[in-house]
């Protein structure tokens, strides 16, 4: 199946795709000099020049019976690094320590979920 992208949602993700390998370069630098590692180090365990960008775009409406409704189960992120343009429509919640926190709509604002991956890569350079 071959989705249709018309030419002008076309560009518009074009160039948000740009700025978000920009956000990810950052990211990567962060969480690699945060865990002492070299800036360039994480980046290059996923796959440096090579790395994989999948962009999806879902919309979810307010739901008019949220006691009604079924959301996904509890999981983790198998990939590297998601970043999540949130809107206003609660729903997203985070585990920590066992127990689920809402995550708070801040307008502007991305949700970037640290995938397993990276505790992949960052047990190849701590020697677990």
Not at 2 to 17: I, L
Request: proline share 7%; net charge negative.
């Amino acid at each position: 199946m071959v989705a249709f992208n018309p030419p002008p949602t076309r560009e518009a993700n074009e160039e948000y795709a740009k700025h978000l390998h920009g956000v990810v370069d950052k990211l990567f630098k962060s969480l690699s000099l945060g865990l002492g590692l070299e800036g360039h180090e994480l980046k290059e365990a996923a796959g440096g020049d090579n790395l994989e960008y999948l962009l999806k775009i879902n919309y979810y409406p307010p739901c008019p019976r949220p006691d009604l409704a079924l959301g996904v189960v509890a999981h983790t992120d198998m990939c590297t690094i998601t970043i999540l343009v949130p809107n206003d429509v609660q729903g997203l919640q985070a585990s920590r320590d066992g127990r689920w926190y809402d995550v708070k709509y801040i307008p502007n604002a991305l949700v970037i979920h640290i995938g397993d991956q990276i505790e992949v890569f960052y047990s190849k350079f701590d020697g677990y």
